[in-house]
């Protein structure tokens, strides 16, 4: 049975090894787009065709 389309679906987490040197223009490109690097990479997903909801490109950071 499909859930519906609005419920809460659990998070998974995983980790990317990459090179210094893209990490650093990785995080300057989602600086320069106002985002954080995860949001910039959920974007990116989006682009290319994967269901990224709108509310896995929220900052979710805790702000002081």
Request: charged content about 45%.
């Amino acid at each position: 049975m499909a859930e519906p389309e609005d419920s809460v679906e659990r998070e998974r987490q995983f980790t990317l090894k990459m090179r210094e040197s893209l990490h650093r223009e990785l995080a300057r490109l989602a600086f320069d787009a106002g985002m954080t690097m995860r949001g910039f990479i959920m974007r990116a997903l989006r682009e290319k065709g994967l269901k990224v909801d709108d509310r896995d490109l929220v900052d979710r950071r805790r702000r002081p």
